[in-house]
C-alpha cells in the first residue's frame, strides 16, 4: 500500500494554474524530494498534501484515505517549515507539547513524547529557551523535534535548509540523513538545491512550470534524465549540449555541428543509432566530469572514448578539481580536470569524452532519446 | 556622521564663511530648539512656579509653598474630576482596545473591500472632538434622540436619558470615546496582526490548535508591544481629554461629567484661580508622566535587548 | 513565477465552512459598520431637514421635508455669537490659522529632521529627545505661559498668535516625524554627494527634498488635521469674530435658550468637519501612515 497517492492533481489560483497533471505514488518508507526552480510549483504541491491549499482537481491519498478537504490536523502529518515557524513567545518545551496540548494528549505521555524526541535530537538542555536564544541550526533541530513528537504517517519538509549558511546545511543535511536512517518515516521533502536531492533522496521528484518532469532514483535521475530540463537542472557545473547529426555513413557515430572545418566524430553504441536513426538530428549532452585530458599512456581505455581538440578559454581551479570552459565549434562548453592535469589558458587540449555516459535528445520535444 | 571643516585657509577673510558653513547644522536647528527648549522647560518652570504661589487673576511671584495643592485636593470638585478620570479611562482603554482589536482580527481574515471597512473604521479620527461630541449629544439627548425614536416607533416606556442623569453621563462620554478611538487601535493592531509570519499559522494548524487557540496562545502573544503601544497613546488621550466633555455634556449634568482639564480651564478663566489651576495642570503633566515615563524605560530596555541578540 | 495568493486560515477546512465563515465575518464587519456610520449619516440628512420636521419627528428619522437652504443660510447667515454671517468667517480664520502653521512646521521639521539624521554633532541624539518632549506636553501646563507671551507679542487674541502656538507645538511632531524617516535615507548618498562636492543646502535641495514627498505628505495631514481640529487653544486665544471654527461651533451648538435650529447647526458642523474628512478621504493611506509613525514612537 503506497503512503500518498497523487493522482492527475490540478491547481489553479484564479486563471493561473500552478500544477499541471501530477501523479506520484510514493511508497511507505520513501524519502521522495521534490525538486526544481523556484515557481515550479513544489511549495505549493506539498501545501496541498498538507491539506494548507484546497486542490482545484485530482486526488490525494494518503494511505488509502482520500483526504481531498481534509483540515491539516486530521491527516496525521507532520510540518517542518523554511522559516521553522516556532512559536516566538513559548519555551522549546511547549513548542513541541503545544500540539499534543492542543490536541489533548494527557500529561504525562506528554512528558514521554517530549522525553523521547529531546534525547534523539539532543535538544534536552535546550527546553527552557525561548526560539529568540537558539542559533539556526538548534532551531531546525526544534522544529524537526516538533514534526517528530507527533509520530505521523507522513513527513513534510520545505526547504529547512535555506536558511542556513553554507557549512551548516551540509552539517543539517547529514542529520537529516541520518535521522531518517534511524527512522525510516516516509518523507516528502521540497528543495531548490539539486545537490540536497541527490544526497538525501530515495526518488527525486523533478518539477518544472507545474508538472513533473520525472520521478525515479538519483542515479536514473542524474545518468540518465528523461529531458533536457532535468539533464541541464540536476548536475553542477551543468551539462553540456551540443547540436549535432547522428552519422549517416561510417561507424556507429555522431558528428558535432559547427565543427568550423574538422568533423569532429565521437562513437556511439550501434543499438543506440539504430533506435534513433541514422541522419538524425540531436542535441548531444555531455557532463563536465565526463569531459577530461586524454593522456594516451594514462586515460583508461573505456569502451566508446571520443576525443577532441579545443582552446582553452578560462580556467577556474576548484581545490578538489579544475573546472576549465573551452571552446567547440561557436560554444562554450565546460570540462573538469584534475588539478595537476590542468592545461593553461590559450592551450589547445585534446579531450576525452566519454560517450558511455553522453545523452542524445531530441532537438524539437527536447526529451531523452 | 560628523561635520568637520579643517580650515587650512591661508587668507583671513576664509575662516569666516567657512566658519560659518562649519556649524550650518547647528544653525539651522538652533531656533527649533530653541523654541522648544522655551516651550517645554520654560514654560513647565513658570507654570511650576505659579503653582506655587498665590496667583489669582493675575500672577503673583512669590513662593507659598504647596497650600494651592492641598487647596486643589480638599475640593470636593476635584476629587469628582479624577475620579471620573479613572472611570472613564479604564472604560475607554478596554472598550476600545476590545473593540479595535475584534475589527482588526476581522479585517485581517483575507476579506475582499478591505480599504472600504477600513475607511470606515477610520473616518472618525479626522473628525474633531468638538464635532463628535455635538452630533452624539443630539444622538443621545432623551428628548430628540434615541429615547425620541424609540418612543415614536411604539416603545413608550424605554428609557434612555444618560446623557442628562448624573449616574450614567460619564458613560456617554465612553461610549462617544470609544467611537472616536477604536479605528486607530484597529489600525494599529491590523498592521501588528499582519506582521506575524503565516508559517506560524500553518504549523499551529498542522498541530491541530482551533483558531481561537491559535490567536490566544499564538498570534495575540506575537503582537504583544502593540498592546502597550495602545494603552500609552490610549491612556495618554484619556488624560487630557477635554474638547469631547465639553462639546457632549459641558462637563454636566451639573459637574458629573467634568475631568480634570475642565477645572484646569475652569480655575484659570472662569474662578480667576491661577496658582490652583496651575497645581491642577501639574496634576495632569504627572498623571501623564506616571503613564509615559515607564513607558520609555521600558521601550528603551526592550531596544537594548533586541541590538544585543542582533 | 506565478502569484501565489496569501494564506488563508479559514480555507483549510473546505469550501462550504470557509464561506460560512467568511459570511459571519461580514455580517459581523457590516453590524459594527453601523455604530460608525450612521451617526454621520444621521447628521447629513438633518442638514436637509426643516424645523417643523424636526419638532415632530425628533433628529432622528428619515427626512419628511428637504432643502437646501440650511447649508447657504449656514455659511453666511447665521447667527453666532453676536455676529449674524453665518460661520464663513470663522472658516476662513481656520484657514488662515491652519495653512500657515501646517507649511512653517512642515518646512522647519523637515529641516530639523535632516539635521539631526544626517549631520549629527555630539549631543544632537539629546537635542532631539527633549525636541520631542513637547509632543508629550498637556496643553493645560502650557496655556498660563502662552497667555502671557502673547500678551508680551502684542498678539493676544489675533489668529497669528494661534498660528505661532501651533507652530512650536507642531514643530516637535513634525521633526520627530521627518527625522525617523530620514534616517532610512542611506548615508552612503550623503557621503557621496560630499565627495563630489556638495555642501548642506546643496544636499538637502537636490537629495533629501526629492525623497520626501511621502512624509511630508503624511507631515501636512497629520498637521493639517490636527491643527483645524483643536479646540483648546482656539477657544481660550481668540474670541469674537477671530475664533477658528471649532470654537465657533461650541458658541454654535449651545444656545442654550432658543429654539435649536438643527438643520442649521447640521449643515453647519458638516462644512466644520468637512475639510479634514476630506483629506483623510483623499490622502487616507499617508493619514493612517502618520498615525501609526506618531503612535509607534
Known sequence: MASLTIRNLNKSFGSVAVLKGIDLEVKTGEFVVLVGPSGCGKSTLLAMIAGLE?????????????????????????????????????????????????????????????????????????????????????????????????????????????????????????????????LNKTTIYVTHDQVEAMTLASRIAVMHQGRLQQFAEPRTVYDRPANMFVAGFMGSPSMNFLPAQIAVSGPAAVVLAESE????????????????????????????????????????????????????????????????????GSREVIACFEPDAAPAVGETVTLAVDMAKACLFDPETEMLI | MTFGFVSGAPNQSRPLRERLTAIMPQLVLGPSLLASFIYVFVFSGWTIWISLSNSTILPDYSIAGFHQYVELWSNERWRIAYTNLFLFSSLYVVGTTAIGLFLAILIDQRIRAEALWRTIYLYPLAVSFIVTGTVWRWLLSPSTGIESLVH?????????????????????????????????????????LRSVDPDLIKAAQIDGASMPRIYRRIILPAIGPIFVAVLVVLLQSAIKIFDLVIALTGGGPGIATTVPSIYVYDLIFQRGQMAEGAAAAMMILFALSLVLVPYMIWSNWRQRREAGRA | MPDVAAYDPLGVAGTWRRRRAKLVVYVLLGLFALYYVVPLAIVVLNSFRSLPDFSRNGLISLPHSFSLEYWSLAWSKFCVGGTCKGIEPFFYNSVAMVVPATIISTAIGSLNGYVLSKWRFTGSEILFGLMTLGVFMPGQMVLLPWARVLGLLGLSNTIAGLVLIHCVQGLSFTTLFCRNYYVNIPDDLIKAARIDGAGFWRIFRKIVLPLSPPILIVTVIWQF?????????????????????????????????????????????????????????????????????????
Request: charged share 20%; no cysteine.
Open chain 1, 261 to 328: 572545418g574538422q568533423a569532429m566524430r565521437l562513437p556511439l553504441p550501434d543499438k543506440v543509432v539504430a533506435s534513433a536513426g541514422e541522419g538524425r538530428r540531436v542535441v548531444l549532452g555531455i557532463r563536465p566530469e565526463n569531459l577530461t585530458r586524454y593522456d594516451r599512456g594514462r586515460t583508461e581505455e573505456k569502451p566508446y572514448l571520443g576525443t577532441i581538440q579545443a582552446p582553452v578559454e578560462v580556467v577556474e581551479p576548484t581545490g578538489a578539481e579544475t573546472i576549465t570552459i573551452v571552446r567547440i
Open chain 2, 152 to 192: 415614536q416607533l411604539g416603545w413608550t416606556s424605554f428609557k434612555f436619558d444618560w446623557l442628562v442623569n448624573r449616574e450614567m453621563a460619564i458613560y456617554t462620554v465612553v461610549i462617544t470615546g470609544i467611537w472616536q478611538a477604536s479605528g486607530f487601535v484597529m489600525a494599529l493592531f491590523l498592521a501588528g
Open chain 3, 225 to 297: 488635521t490636527n491643527i483645524w481640529n483643536e479646540f483648546l487653544f482656539a477657544v481660550i486665544f481668540s474670541s469674537g469674530t477671530n475664533q477658528p471654527i471649532t470654537a465657533a461651533l461650541v458658541a454654535l451648538s449651545a444656545g442654550g435658550m432658543a429654539v435649536h435650529q438643527y438643520g442649521i447647526e447640521s449643515a453647519a458642523v458638516l462644512m466644520a468637519a468637512l475639510p479634514p474628512l476630506l483629506v483623510y478621504l483623499f490622502g487616507g493611506r499617508y493619514f493612517l501612515r502618520g498615525l501609526t509613525q506618531g503612535a509607534i514612537k
Open chain 1, 54 to 182: 484546497s486542490v482545484s482537481s485530482g486526488e490525494i491519498r494518503i494511505g488509502d484515505r482520500v483526504v481531498n478537504g481534509v483540515p491539516p490536523k486530521d491527516r496525521d502529518i507532520a510540518m517542518v517549515f523554511q522559516s521553522y515557524a516556532l512559536y516566538p513567545t513559548m519555551t522549546v518545551r511547549a513548542n513541541i507539547t503545544f500540539g499534543m496540548e492542543s490536541r489533548g494528549v494527557p500529561k504525562q505521555a506528554r512528558a514521554e513524547a517530549l522525553a523521547r524526541v529531546a534525547g534523539l535530537l539532543q535538544i534536552e538542555s535546550l527546553l527552557g529557551r525561548k526560539p529568540s536564544q537558539l542559533s539556526g541550526g538548534q532551531r531546525q533541530r526544534v522544529a524537526m523535534g516538533r514534526a517528530l513528537v507527533r509520530d505521523p504517517a507522513l513527513f513534510l519538509f520545505d526547504e529547512p535548509l535555506s536558511n542556513l549558511d553554507a557549512k551548516l546545511r551540509v552539517e543539517m543535511r547529514t542529520e537529516i540523513k541520518k535521522l531518517y536512517q534511524r
